[in-house]
Nanobody, 121 residues
Framework: QVQLVESGGGLVQAGGSLRLSCVAS????????MGWYRQAPGQQRELVAA???????TYADSVKGRFAISGDSTKNTVDLQMNSLKPEDTAVYYC???????????????WGQGTQVTVSS
């Protein structure tokens, strides 16, 4: 069993920064694809940033140049550095990691519980 725990959310003024962290615990053989999603009230969950096990990252157009995703498989963590925050970045942020729990088995997808980010104008 694998659990993901997020931290780092909170209230920040527009233009400020936050760093979200996601730590995985449990039976972990290897991280594969990792990502951060967000969901604002009344909207669908959307992908914000993703990074492969090989370090290739992609970003939603709305956050390019402001957010940076990083993963550390030795520490079982994936972080999201968010700079120049805007009120429209307000949402619940979820980490998502595809993890192989054992050698030879396909990866399973795991989600964190979500952390609230609120950006005031």
């Amino acid at each position: 069993q694998v659990q993901l725990v997020e931290s780092g959310g909170g209230l920040v003024q527009a233009g400020g920064s936050l760093r979200l962290s996601c730590v995985a615990s449990g039976t972990i053989f290897r991280f594969e694809d990792m990502g951060w999603y967000r969901q604002a009230p009344g909207q669908q969950r959307e992908l914000v940033a993703a990074i492969t096990q090989f370090g290739k990252s992609t970003y939603a157009d709305s956050v390019k140049g402001r957010f940076a995703i990083s993963g550390d498989s030795t520490k079982n963590t994936v972080d999201l550095q968010m700079n120049s925050l805007k009120p429209e970045d307000t949402a619940v942020y979820y980490c998502n990691i595809h993890i192989r729990t054992r050698w030879g088995r396909p990866p399973n997808e795991f989600w964190g519980q979500g952390t609230q980010v609120t950006v005031s104008s």
